[in-house]
């Protein structure tokens, strides 16, 4: 059994930062990749970035938002800089056992967080 628990959301004003982070407990090895997605209210889910050996990341937040994942593999953390309003939402972490299959779709990930929010004001 695998759990992803997420860390850090909450409220900031436009232009400001926050770090989350996504600790893996349980059978964690051989995670091929992690993700984060984020679901606004009346949206559909959407990637925002994904990290193997080199990182993914959504138009939207290219140049603002970095991942990063620790050394073991079990966390995995997304840098948000410059935050906006439209980055408004609640996000969540996945991770992927398999090889292969595409980083930005969440319907190849195997295991979610519960999420977490994260509130820009403007």
């Known amino acids: 059994q695998v759990q992803l628990v997420e860390s850090g959301g909450g409220l900031v004003q436009a232009g400001g930062s926050l770090r989350l982070s996504c600790a893996a407990s349980g059978r964690t090895f051989g995670f091929y990749a992690m993700g984060w997605f984020r679901q606004a209210p009346g949206k559909e889910r959407e990637f925002v970035a994904a990290i193997t050996s080199g990182g993914y990341y959504a138009d939207s937040v290219k140049g603002r938002f970095t991942i990063s994942r620790d050394n073991a593999g079990n966390t995995v953390y997304l840098q948000m800089n410059s935050l906006k309003p439209e980055d408004t939402a609640v996000y969540s972490c996945?991770?992927?056992?398999?090889?292969?299959?595409?980083?930005?779709?969440?319907?190849?990930?195997?295991?979610w967080g519960q999420g977490t929010q994260v509130t820009v004001s403007s």
């Open positions: 996945a991770a992927d056992r398999n090889l292969g299959g595409s980083v930005y779709s969440d319907g190849n990930y195997d295991y």
